[in-house]
C-alpha cells in the first residue's frame, strides 16, 4: 500500500526566506506526485505534479526516488504563500490520490 | 474551467436520518469522481471512487451501505449518508477527474459540513 508522510504540521517563515515542505512517499511502483495547496476558505487545488516539472508562483518539486521525496520548494516565501499544503500520491490507475497529514505554512512579515 | 460544486454546504440532521451530498462538475463532463472525509486537523480520506454508470469502489473500511454512492450522470454524483450518527459528523469533500485527457488531475468542491446531532 502507498503511503505519503509529511514530517511538519506546521512550518513557520519569515518573509523573503527560503521555503522547503517536505514529503516522502512509500510505493513499490512508479508513482506520480502532486503538490496540493488550500488557501484560507477556498477548496482545494493543485499546485503541481511531478510529471509537469514547472514552476508555479515561484514553487518547484523534484521527484528524487531514490530518497523518496518529493519536497517543494521556494526560494523567497511571500506573504500569500500562507496556507496548508498537501503533498499526495497517485498509483497504478483510476487516478486515486493518496494524500499526506498537509502542512501549514505561515510566512510572518 | 473545471468549476466542482457541492450541496449543500453544511447540513446538520437528527441521528437515524439519512442524509444525501450532491457534487456536480459544473464545466465540464466528469468520467470519475471521488469522494473524500476530514476530520478536523487531519489528511483528507478516501473513501470511494465513483465512474458514470457503474458501482463504486469503495477503501477498505468504508461501509458501502452506510455510503450510498449514485454517479448516474456525467456531471453528478451523489452521497448519500444512510442512519446518520454522530460519529459520521465530518467534512465532506468531492472532486472531480475529467480523466486521461485532463491529466489526471482532480478538481475539488468546496466540501460539505455534515453534523449529527
Known amino acids: 500500500a502507498q503511503r505519503v508522510t509529511q514530517p511538519e504540521k506546521l512550518l513557520s517563515v519569515f518573509k523573503g526566506a527560503p521555503v522547503e515542505l517536505k514529503c516522502n512517499y512509500s510505493y513499490s511502483g512508479s508513482p506520480e506526485l502532486f503538490w496540493y495547496v488550500q488557501y484560507s476558505r477556498q477548496r482545494l487545488q493543485l499546485l503541481l505534479r511531478?510529471?509537469s516539472r514547472e514552476s508555479i508562483k515561484g514553487f518547484t518539486a523534484d521527484l528524487n526516488k531514490g530518497e523518496t521525496s518529493f519536497h517543494l520548494k521556494k526560494p523567497f516565501a511571500q506573504e500569500e504563500d500562507s496556507a496548508m499544503y498537501y503533498c499526495?500520491?497517485?498509483?497504478?490507475?483510476?487516478?486515486?490520490?493518496?494524500f499526506g497529514t498537509g502542512t501549514q505554512l505561515k510566512v510572518e512579515l | 474551467g473545471a468549476v466542482v460544486s457541492q450541496h449543500p454546504s453544511r447540513v446538520i440532521c437528527k441521528s437515524g436520518t439519512s442524509v444525501k451530498i450532491e457534487c456536480r462538475s459544473l464545466d465540464f463532463q466528469a468520467t470519475t469522481m471521488f469522494w473524500y472525509r476530514q476530520f478536523p486537523k487531519q489528511s483528507l480520506m478516501l473513501m470511494a471512487t465513483?465512474?458514470?454508470?457503474?458501482?463504486?469502489?469503495?477503501e477498505q473500511g468504508v461501509e458501502k451501505d452506510k455510503f450510498l454512492i449514485n454517479h448516474a450522470s456525467l456531471t453528478l454524483s451523489t452521497l448519500t449518508v444512510t442512519s446518520a450518527h454522530p460519529e459520521d459528523s465530518s467534512f465532506y469533500i468531492c472532486s472531480a477527474s475529467k480523466g486521461l485527457a485532463g491529466g489526471g488531475e482532480q478538481f475539488f468542491g468546496p466540501g460539505t459540513r455534515l453534523t449529527v446531532l
Open positions: 465513483s465512474n458514470e454508470g457503474s458501482k463504486a469502489t469503495y
Open positions: 511531478h510529471i
Open positions: 499526495a500520491l497517485s498509483a497504478g490507475g483510476g487516478n486515486k490520490l493518496t
